[in-house]
């Protein structure tokens, strides 16, 4: 099989989905290997490690997805990006359709076959390849959240961890998934009172026995957490439901009761944002206000860390790319149920539950996509 991998082109978007390790492996495998010029430059990778690695280097992204049978990527495909796929084609990425009917829709037009790296699973329920970038984004958010609590930019003037005689800043997690979870322990680690909302009591058990003493657990009702975010200077918002827009946790009318100045950090907003006030924004413009509330919202968080966040990646999704060059993606998929559940769009057809009930659009199961 042709593998293609082009450069990313959404802003600040420094990741490659194609490390020279995982280009390796798969020219091993007799497969042809094709890289953009440039593409692994954000991440620390020349283009002299992909042609030492057996990769082939084109000139453009148009070249790529002319010549690859399946398109590698890091994040979802832009417009000029999606013109350029075709029938047959398979695309492997991270997609979120759910809050993007543009994308959806014209990604059906395409004809191509396109499995989402944020809904593959595995046998434990988890999502193998959304985690490792889960993991980096609730290790960055303490760190963001505490940049834009800083009064020059529009903060409330908050050290995390406070000094002696000062206590330090309250900060409020929502949801103790893989996000929620690393964003406790970073700002509990940067001095911060955390305390993390999740409505699974068994989830909170293992919070509590895991890690009793470095930050608190509590039940996310609606009533107790306006309540807790009240006295939060930061809260970050962390739930996601595979596939699915995100839930709304805090209203537009709710951030009249926040303190001024508070820093609200939405690691969701890739699914639509947890906040009713959030809105994607870009590493180059992170931060908005609105009524006195810092949103940081910025839609590709992992970017910001590139390399590391480049190999992370590269290393949970080189099994599976390697599984659909391989055998194929029907075949790879028929005999991987948990590559199946990655499955959003054939052949025209849209293939993943959430994403119809979100946009209002007729579905199939992967099942009978298997048959088309």
């Not at 958010?141 to 000094?163: C, D, E, F, I, M």
């Not at 595979?242 to 209203?251: D, E, M, Q």
């Not at 966040?309 to 998929?333: H, R, Y």
Request: net charge negative; with cysteine; hydrophobic share 45%.
């Amino acid at each position: 099989m042709k593998i293609g991998c082009p450069t990313e082109i959404k802003p600040q978007e420094f990741r490659v989905g194609i490390t020279p390790n995982a280009a390796q492996e798969a020219v091993g495998h007799g497969h042809t290997v094709l890289i953009q010029a440039g593409a692994g430059v954000g991440a620390g990778f020349e283009d002299a490690d992909y042609t030492a690695a057996g990769a082939q280097i084109v000139g453009s992204a148009k070249e790529v997805f002319a010549a690859a049978d399946m398109i590698v990527k890091v994040k979802e495909p832009q417009a000029v990006e999606r013109k350029m796929l075709r029938e047959g084609q398979v695309l492997f990425t991270y997609l979120h359709l759910a809050p993007d009917p543009d994308q959806t829709q014209d990604l059906l037009a395409s004809g191509a076959t396109c499995i989402a790296y944020e809904t593959v699973t595995d046998r434990t329920g988890g999502l193998p390849l959304l985690a490792p970038m889960s993991e980096v984004a609730g290790r960055l958010a303490p760190q963001v959240g505490a940049w834009t609590l800083q009064k020059a930019n529009g903060g409330r003037g908050v050290l995390l961890g406070g000094v002696p005689g000062v206590s330090p800043a309250r900060v409020v997690v929502i949801g103790g998934g893989v996000v929620g979870t690393h964003a406790a322990r970073v700002a509990a680690g940067m001095g911060a009172d955390v305390t993390v909302l999740d409505r699974s009591l068994p989830r909170m058990r293992y919070l509590d026995d895991a890690f009793a003493g470095v930050f608190k657990t509590s039940y996310a009702s609606a009533g107790n957490t306006i309540e807790l975010a009240r006295s939060a200077d930061m809260i970050i918002g962390a739930v996601l439901v595979p596939g699915a827009a995100a839930p709304k946790l805090l209203s537009r009318a709710q951030l009249s009761e926040l303190k001024p100045g508070a820093a609200l950090v939405d690691v969701a907003i890739d699914q639509g944002g947890c906040f009713e006030t959030s809105k994607a924004t870009t590493h180059q413009d992170p931060i908005y206000d609105v009524e006195g509330i810092m949103h940081y919202c910025v839609a590709n968080m992992p970017g910001a860390v590139a390399r590391t966040s480049t190999i992370a990646l590269g290393n949970a999704t080189m099994p599976f790319m390697l599984a659909l060059a391989d055998k194929g993606w029907k075949q790879a998929c028929a005999d991987d149920p948990h590559l199946l559940a990655g499955l959003n769009v054939h052949a025209g057809k849209l293939t993943y539950a959430a994403v119809g009930e979100a946009l209002g659009l007729d579905v199939i199961t992967p099942g009978d996509a298997l048959q088309l």
